[in-house]
């Protein structure tokens, strides 16, 4: 009797020890969630600011100094590419964020992730020439964007199922303007859902 109470014993802590908790994998997306949240509240603290490199040493007055000195500021780190021929820190954000596998497309970006654009600039070209944070997705598919244009930092909006519609029927925006109309196109491309390119996971980047 003693040797079967000791064999089924075993055999019971052979059973638990085979089986994976959930509670880790929990508090790891728990803390994901935690970390893209105060991303986003930090990020939208600074609406309205103008003159960002006052805030600390960690910003630039643009767009790519305003997402990288959000990151910054809140410790997480990490080093852009030097092996590319462009001068323009978006672009080498997009270059650096592709070479790991972090840029994505679709409707449904994850919060604190980095939208780019091309081509919000006459001289911008084929080269990423924007970039803004994801705060939120409204019930309509409307992307909220915290990014930094001339006044400074401001909210953006996007509707990739709808990209070439500023205003709906009932005179909600879908889609703000980000770029200023040139005349030299005819169907020139001027609002946010038709100047996006692709999203990007800083946040994962920052931590491999």
Known sequence: MKY???TFFLFSLLLTSCVTPPVKSYETVKDEFAMRAEIVKYAR??????????????????????????YDTLGYEFELIHNTRSNQVSQVLYETLSKYGLIYSG????????????????????SISHVGVVDDILNDGTILILNYTSRGVTELRMNLDTPRVHKDESDTVKNDFLKKKSGL?????L?????????GDLLKYAAL
């Open 4 to 6: 079967v109470f000791l």
């Open 45 to 70: 603290s600074l609406l309205g600011r103008k003159y960002l490199s006052s805030e600390n040493g960690n910003f630039r007055n643009d767009c790519s100094g305003f997402v990288l000195g959000v």
């Open 107 to 126: 409707s449904s970006p994850g919060r604190a992730d980095v939208v780019f654009f091309k081509g919000t600039t006459v001289r911008s070209g084929d």
């Open 185 to 189: 196109a005819e169907n020139e491309k």
């Open 191 to 199: 609002l946010a859902g038709e100047l996006f390119f692709c999203f």
